[in-house]
């Protein structure tokens, strides 16, 4: 962070609080999107925020994901004040709004910033270090996805379009067959094949959802660990991370979350020896996963938790190959084939995830 980008965030800093009530502006936190800061006001009594300059060539529509984050966060509030329990003891982020009553502001050099009350005293994990923890980040997205169950998806915005859209990744994939690089076609030849022969199968979701068997949900779209804050105590507090949240499937909150919390390797790890699906975690996660959407969701919906887990894998493999195929135009990498060594890592993953299909099919009719 530069003294530049410093003095930006402690002049945006002062659309939210009164410049004379900060007391500090600092950097913090290691995500990839937006930058983040914290704000420290002058007063101990006042709470901290956290302050983020906003990434508008990600999320290229700022006014879809907050109208989205203050619809979300204030229809989980009600729920919770509601209905108290264990179940629903946690914490929901709190936008705050400008002093000028806007959702957001614009600096003179047109960057978006916006602010969120800091939530002091948590713990995030990029990794999950044991089955308790998995159980508690399973059951604080099911918590989240059953809080909004009754939220219409049409009154929640598109932030990301076709974001998991399987077909979609499908038809890139294809196109890249036709107008990538030859040579890397050629070299690919054998993963190509493993994609092509599951493509029918792994479409079945999208296609029971397209015939009106599988319900539309709000639901969060990025339910990676580190988007659960934990207690000192590891237990959750609070799902963060809200710019994903769109219109879509349980299957691909639950898919996603089987295909990160359980890899037992990294998502480019050069050693495949070390990728597989930890059969543990998957079980910890579906019980609290299913602990709390259980009676909310349709039992075409439970029976199809265990193959989302393949198909979020499976269309993680096609993204990346697919980049590879273009040339590398979409990630960012650190060597010439890095987008190959992912895909060859998100494939093993895939492997061992069929190994174990039956298995994770059984856990999840007896947990359901």
């Known amino acids: 962070m530069n003294d530049s980008g410093l003095t930006q965030a402690q002049a945006a800093a ?4 009164l410049p004379g009530e900060i ?9 990839h999107i937006h930058q983040t800061f914290l704000v420290a006001p002058i007063s101990e009594t006042k709470d901290k925020l956290v302050l983020q300059k906003f990434n508008t060539h990600v999320f290229r529509d700022p006014d879809a994901v907050m109208h989205n984050l203050f619809i979300v966060t204030n229809h989980i509030r009600k729920k919770t004040e509601k209905i108290r329990d264990d179940s629903t003891d946690m914490l929901v982020l709190e936008p705050v709004k400008t002093l000028k009553g806007k959702d957001y502001f614009i600096d003179a050099q047109g960057s978006v910033w916006r602010c969120f009350l800091y939530i002091p005293d948590t713990v995030s994990y990029d990794r999950a270090p044991d089955t308790s923890v998995v159980y508690e980040g399973g059951k604080a997205f099911g918590t989240f ?4 169950s009754d939220l219409p998806a049409e009154e929640v915005k598109i932030t990301i379009p076709e974001f998991h859209n399987l077909d979609f990744r499908l038809e890139q994939f294809h196109q890249a067959l036709r107008d990538g690089r030859k040579d890397r076609c050629e070299e690919t030849s054998s993963e190509i094949e493993m994609i092509l022969e599951r493509e029918e199968q792994m479409k079945l979701i999208r296609k029971l959802a397209q015939r009106g068997l599988i319900p539309l949900r709000v639901v969060h ?12 105590q590891n237990k959750a507090l609070c799902v963060i991370d809200l710019d994903t949240v769109m219109p879509g499937f349980v299957h691909d909150d639950f898919g996603d979350a089987i295909r990160t919390f359980t890899n037992t390797g990294e998502e480019d790890d050069p050693d495949l020896s070390r990728v597989s699906m930890n059969l543990s975690f998957f079980e910890a996660f579906a019980e609290g996963f299913l602990g709390a959407t259980s009676n909310m969701l349709t039992q075409i919906e ?8 393949l198909v979020m894998t499976y269309m993680q493999t096609i993204r990346f190959l697919t980049d590879y195929l273009n040339g590398d135009t979409y990630y960012k990498i650190h060597h010439p084939r890095h987008n190959l060594q992912r895909t060859k890592a998100q494939m093993q993953l895939l492997l061992s995830m069929e190994e174990q299909f039956p ?5 999840v009719k007896r947990l359901g």
Do not use: C
């Open 359 to 363: 298995v994770m099919q059984e856990i």
């Open 145 to 148: 996805l059953r809080l909004l």
């Open 221 to 232: 779209h990025d339910t990676k660990i580190n988007n659960v804050l934990f207690s000192a």
């Open 14 to 17: 002062g659309q939210f609080l």
């Open 302 to 309: 439970k029976e199809y938790l265990p193959l989302s887990a």
């Open 23 to 31: 007391g500090s502006v600092k950097p913090i936190g290691s995500g």
